[in-house]
């Protein structure tokens, strides 16, 4: 399995930026999926999960602002990150759990929210 994080970069206070995941050897549709994120000098957080039924979870402080989804057709994992602030800086990484119970991650992706 491998998992392939793009979409980060430099964006200003109240910007938005929209992250994807690929992945080949698993699936989505049929696997549970997650983001987490290490801010500079902090431990890894966990973001968001899309479960494969579709229930998509939040950590309170992303609520309302970043939205998890996926494309099955294309196997691809997104979060749409919407009202960015500072404190959303970090590397973002993909992680997807295989039949529940074995976990690849993607390699990460730099998110900087600076004026």
């Known amino acids: 399995v491998q998992l392939q994080a793009s979409g980060g970069g430099l964006v200003q206070p109240g910007g938005s930026l929209r992250l994807s995941c690929a992945a080949s050897g698993a699936l989505f549709s049929t696997n549970g999926a997650v983001w987490y994120r290490q801010a500079p000098g902090k431990q890894r957080e966990w973001v968001a999960t899309l479960a494969s039924g579709g229930v998509r979870k939040y950590t309170d402080s992303v609520k309302g602002r970043f939205t998890i989804s996926r494309d099955n057709a294309k196997n691809i994992l997104y979060l749409q990150m919407d009202s960015l602030k500072p404190e959303d800086t970090g590397v973002y990484y993909c992680?997807?759990?295989?039949?529940?119970?074995?976990?690849?991650w993607g390699q990460g992706t730099q998110v900087t929210v600076s004026s």
């Open positions: 992680k997807i759990s295989k039949y529940g119970k074995y976990d690849y």
